[in-house]
């Protein structure tokens, strides 16, 4: 449940449509109104706008290497960057920051038939995830991979790459780098 900003063009700032949830990571999409809604193939606005930089929730944190894949415990709150916003990093300003028109980036945010390709492979939306084959013809291109899915190091002095411990997330742990073409 994360993404790491490697580099960037473009962090927009949207708002979010009501009762959305989404995690930061996801591809997301616009609605009629302007507003940020999670991308959905089979929507009324199924074109990839961007990568959420935020997460808007009501139950878990989606930072990298905070998530409850990395807890073990899907019931733990794990991290939140005020008490008063439980997870929600939309709450004060019912804003979002989207991530488009280029950039690098690693995210754990991607479907399984990702973890077996290759180095620039295409990427497309699929319901808020990135993945390798193009679910409609409105899911549209949004990436390319530039790593597969490998650990990703958190900082952290450890032992398992590089000298760091890996980070935490969805996907077994494993994150994929990719090149922003939306």
Known sequence: MALVEKFHVVAAE????????????????????GEVILHDTQGTNPIPYGIAGDTKSTTASAMPGVGTAFMGNSATANFQSRVSDYFDETRASGMMTVYHSGGEFATDMFASNVADATPYTALYADDGYLCTAAQSTASGLVAYLITADASYPSGVPGIDINGDQALGGENSNTYIEYKLMI
């Open 14 to 33: 949207k708002t979010v449509a009501s009762g959305e949830t989404i995690k930061e990571g996801q591809v997301v999409s616009l609605d009629t109104s």
